[in-house]
């Protein structure tokens, strides 16, 4: 099976990144990733090319998945005939905020 061509928008440290990151991995899929925090001009390639604000985004062989988690883009690339059933498991969750978004990451009130 020929690799697709893929770029990947993406922050350096969030989850909805690590887990894009760890479906590609899953597959053995090399992918062109491009940092839209330290790189403002990924940033505004991603809003001009997704009309996203929100990443991750990805584009598969010019297919636009715009702010999507791992599961989602292993699920188009399944449905899609880019990519076949692994038995292989993603190193990371694929569907997950980032740490400070969840919800156990809330500050702790304490009581005087």
């Not at 690799?3 to 894009?20: D, E, H, M, Q």
């Not at 991995?25 to 062109?32: I, S, V």
Request: with cysteine; charged share 25%; hydrophobic share 35%.
């Amino acid at each position: 099976m020929e690799k697709p061509t893929i770029v990947a928008w993406l922050k350096p440290w969030c989850g909805w990144s690590a887990g894009v990151r760890a479906v590609f991995k899953k597959h053995d899929l090399p992918f062109e990733e491009r940092d839209i925090i330290n790189r403002p001009e990924c940033f505004q390639e991603m809003v001009e090319k997704t009309g996203q604000t929100r990443q991750p985004c990805v584009e598969i062989n010019g297919k636009i998945l715009a702010d999507v988690s791992g599961d989602e883009v292993e699920a188009w690339m399944l449905q899609n005939g880019v990519v076949q059933p692994t038995d292989r498991h993603a190193d990371a969750p694929t569907n997950q905020p980032c740490a400070h978004e969840l919800p156990q990451a809330a500050p702790m009130g304490f009581r005087k």
